[in-house]
């Protein structure tokens, strides 16, 4: 079968009332909207609109979901690949994929493309990785980065990419004109994690009035994505039981398992 390597969408519907905590990040963002939506304002005295800002940060805190969200907020389509999808591609096609995403995002203009896990193809050049070729992996960020630099001023085509690793990134993507902005996502402290837990809590028919600051407590570590899972994981014990609403120790029990999850995870890793 053939993997779907983008699609695009314009994502109406994620906005920054879907995206929890996450304040600094969201006002950073927020100017990459403004360019969108406005691009003739920003030019108008000479000035270049950025190409392209990264988004770093452990697993699960929300980079996808921010960049849908630029889009959604921007009312622009949302163009997005993995960086995982071009692993083990044969010779010539990631660059190829490369180019006919940016000539659909330019033909849709203003646009956002997303590249999660950018550092699958952007790690730096000439070190090795576990995975694929590496000259095809060279060709794919070679590709990237040409792309970059052949944007005009108004091409109003924002590229937002996501890691985990900055670290292992090739300095060429950080040039100026390129990824020059970083945006750091961090996991939620207490605060951000209430926050989080009320955005995932909307559509959950609870039996009880929940003590949200208990269930932020009750989940240090947790990112974004393990708390949308405690909540669904209760709705889905309590419907196991047959009950009519989710109550306070489905989403202890919820809490338990996905603990549970975590740790096991962290065992193969180690
Ligand atoms: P990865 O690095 O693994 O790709 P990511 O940082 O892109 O992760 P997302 O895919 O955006 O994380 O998050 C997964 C899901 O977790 C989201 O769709 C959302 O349901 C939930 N989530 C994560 N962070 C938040 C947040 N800050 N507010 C609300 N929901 C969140």
Do not use: W
């Not at 909207?33 to 770093?56: C, H, Q, R, W």
């Not at 060709?139 to 970059?148: A, F």
């Amino acid at each position: 079968s053939k993997a779907k390597l983008f699609d695009e969408k314009t994502d109406t519907r994620t906005s920054f009332k879907d995206v929890a905590g996450l304040e600094g990040a969201k006002e950073e963002i927020e100017e990459i909207v403004e360019f969108l939506k406005n691009p003739d304002k920003y030019t108008s005295l000479g000035g270049k609109i950025p190409k392209g800002a990264l988004l770093v940060g452990p697993p699960g805190t929300g980079k996808t979901l921010l960049a849908k969200a630029v889009a959604g907020e921007a009312k622009v389509p949302f163009f997005s690949l993995s960086g995982s999808d071009f692993v083990e591609m044969f010779v010539g096609v990631g660059a190829s994929r490369v180019r006919d995403l940016f000539k659909q995002a330019k033909d849709k203009s203003p646009a956002i493309i997303f590249i999660d896990e950018i550092d699958a193809i952007g790690r730096a050049r000439g070190k090795s990785n576990f995975t694929g070729s590496n000259d095809e992996r060279e060709n794919t960020l070679n590709q990237l980065l040409t792309e970059m630099d052949g944007f005009g001023t108004n091409t109003n085509v924002i590229v937002l990419a996501a890691t985990n690793r900055a670290d292992v990134l090739d300095k060429a993507l950080m040039r100026a004109g390129r990824f020059d902005r970083q945006i750091y996502v961090d996991l939620p402290d207490i605060r951000e994690r209430k926050e989080i837990f009320e955005v995932h809590l909307r559509p959950i028919k609870t039996s009880e009035t929940l003590d949200v600051d208990f269930l932020a407590k009750q989940t240090p570590g947790f990112s974004g994505a393990d708390i949308a899972n405690v909540c669904n994981e209760a709705a889905l014990i309590a419907a196991r039981k047959e009950k009519k609403a989710v109550s306070k120790q489905d989403f202890l029990d919820a809490v338990d398992r996905i603990v549970g999850g975590l740790e096991k995870k962290n065992k193969i890793i180690t």
